[in-house]
């Protein structure tokens, strides 16, 4: 019977496997955080009756900025999940 190239190993693939997967967790995490610091703002930009638009616009550009330093940085989203606390809760206060 033929062979067809087959060492008997599988694993010639899997790092590649591991490195999409990781890539796809660590892309839904960023765009779930980006998308929260988007709904923050939005609720900036309908309810803050003075100064929405720069507190709206300022959140998600620090929000954006704290992203791509916690992308480069690894897989630790403490800045990004500090940030967006912090601007939640400005937001509520400023809001109240």
């Known amino acids: 019977m033929a062979e067809h190239g087959s060492s008997g190993t599988h694993s010639h693939g899997f790092e590649e496997h591991a490195k999409t997967y990781e890539g796809f967790i660590k892309g ?9 610091d988007v709904l923050v703002a939005l609720a900036a930009f309908a309810f803050i009756s003075t100064g929405n ?6 959140g998600i550009i620090i929000g954006l900025l704290t992203l791509l330093i916690d992308l480069r940085a690894g897989n630790s ?5 500090g940030w967006l606390v912090v601007f939640g809760l ?3 206060i400023m809001i109240g």
């Not at 839904?28 to 929260?36: F, P, Q, Y």
């Open 28 to 36: 839904s995490v960023a765009l779930t955080i980006l998308a929260l």
């Open 53 to 58: 638009v720069l507190i709206g616009f300022g």
């Open 77 to 81: 989203w403490y800045l990004s999940v």
């Open 90 to 92: 400005f937001t509520a």
